[in-house]
């Protein structure tokens, strides 16, 4: 039985600093260490990986997974219309090391999925390596959205497989357009 072939595009972003690369890096198998020290990224990496034989509306399915590991540097922004074009869902990285990080989430929010008209299910939000508690300062959209600490050190293989449910509810929403 030939399986359904998927492409989904993810778009990592989110504030300085906060990991994104590092997820990426995991999830398309590029690293399997957590960096000591962040080292930013200059705009964009596009990191690619496949899930096997996972259930999409009833259908075995291959899903091709794009991410789109961005930068945070605020000098990004006239990217962002190229970024979010064709995105299939956003995962929002965030730092508690930057105070403004309330209101640069909720500014991406907007951006990248209200304008967009993504459904919240198509999004996420992780924080590597935080305290769980930090979620009670992220604006109210937020308290929507699906959330995991990531933490790679101690749970990969459970960040893994949670991961691997997001992407599947995305392949869902798009078989379901």
């Known amino acids: 039985m030939k399986s359904n072939q998927l492409n989904v595009k993810i778009l990592i972003i989110g504030t300085r600093n906060a990991g994104k690369s590092s997820i990426a890096n995991f999830l398309a198998d590029m690293s399997l260490e957590v960096p000591?020290?962040?080292r930013p990224t200059d705009s964009l990496r596009i990191l690619e990986y496949d899930l096997h034989d996972v259930d999409v509306n009833g259908t075995k399915s291959n899903v091709d997974v794009q991410l789109w590991d961005t930068s945070g540097?605020?000098?990004c922004?006239?990217?962002?219309p190229f970024w979010r074009k064709n995105a299939d869902g956003v995962v929002f990285a965030y730092s508690n090391e930057d105070e403004d990080y309330g209101k640069k989430l909720d500014y991406m929010h907007n951006y990248f999925v209200s304008q967009q008209g993504?459904?919240?299910r198509a999004c996420l939000v992780c924080t590597l390596n935080s305290p769980a508690d930090n979620s009670a300062k992220l604006p109210q959209v937020f308290n929507k959205?699906?959330?995991i600490n990531v933490n790679l050190e101690n749970n990969a293989e459970k960040?893994?497989?949670e991961f691997a449910k997001y992407i599947v509810s995305v392949a869902n929403n798009l078989t379901n357009k």
Do not use: A, C, T
């Not at 922004?77 to 962002?80: D, Y």
């Open 36 to 38: 000591d020290s962040m």
């Open 73 to 75: 540097n605020e000098k």
């Open 77 to 80: 922004v006239s990217f962002w």
């Open 118 to 120: 993504l459904s919240l």
């Open 145 to 147: 959205i699906s959330q």
């Open 159 to 161: 960040f893994r497989q």
